[in-house]
């Protein structure tokens, strides 16, 4: 499997997983309706696990923008095999928010809420304050881009067709660990995004899909979940060099 392709299936996965947990809280007549915060951040710390599961021993498993750029930033992944990256991880993420929105139609269709529409493509701040949430996404990111870095291995590790990936070895099951701590410490004010993949790929899909009744597509916040994760993943990176 190409980097390429493993990025595409595991960000699809990650969204897949992820926002699927937070449909099945938020969304109306499902199963798990009204379960809570507990349930989301911990479907989301699995749905990490699974998808650096899968992706991993192929790409090294950014699955993530501000991964890939941090890891660039920090001279730990070619600046050349970047938008590769990038691009199949916004693919992967339209792809994994079309299966959600597949798998709960019916509940789409049983759900007037505009907002509980919305949550489960894209984030929304608790508080929308941009000064505020930028900072948050911000520190979110951080901790996760550096954190992966002293998970991993110094060594870029090389896949088959010979790309460095930059991860070295790295666990699924610290990263999933990792991702849950963040939404259960960090994830209150703006639902950590920590990724504008995650974040920019569903918010499109929702604008696209044919969702009755759903609502803005929350565009004049969507720049916050971009910045705020490159902003929080250049300065892991710097942070880093400082150490070394």
Avoid: C
Avoid at 94 to 112: E, F, I, P, Q, R
Avoid at 172 to 178: C, E, H, N, Q
């Amino acid at each position: 499997m190409s980097p390429f392709i493993a990025e595409i299936i595991g960000t699809m996965l990650l969204l897949l997983l992820g926002n699927g947990v937070v449909a099945n809280v938020v969304l109306n007549e499902t199963k798990a309706n009204g379960s809570g915060w507990i349930v989301i951040t911990t479907g989301w710390g699995l749905a990490v696990f699974i998808a650096v599961a899968v992706a991993g021993p192929y790409s090294g498993a950014h699955i993530n923008p501000a991964v890939t750029l941090g890891l660039a930033f920090a001279g730990k992944f070619p600046w050349a095999d970047v938008p590769t990256y990038l691009f199949g991880q916004m693919i992967g993420a339209m792809l994994g928010a079309v299966l959600v929105w597949v798998s709960y139609k019916d509940h789409y269709a049983a759900t007037n809420d505009e907002g509980s529409l919305l949550a489960t493509f894209a984030t929304i701040p608790a508080i929308p304050k941009y000064t505020s949430n930028v900072a948050t996404e911000a520190i979110g990111t951080f901790v996760l881009v550096f954190a992966v870095f002293y998970m991993s291995s110094n060594t870029a590790e090389i896949v088959p067709d010979g790309t460095p990936i930059g991860l070295g070895s790295i666990g699924a099951v610290p990263v999933g660990f990792l991702v849950w701590s963040i939404g259960l410490s960090l994830g209150g004010p703006t639902g950590y995004a920590i990724n504008p993949a995650r974040d920019l790929g569903p918010r499109i899909m929702h604008a696209l899909l044919p969702i009755e009744g759903k609502g803005g597509n929350g565009w004049s916040y969507a720049w916050v979940p971009i910045l705020g994760p490159i902003l929080g993943a250049a300065l892991a990176a710097v942070l880093n060099f400082l150490i070394l």
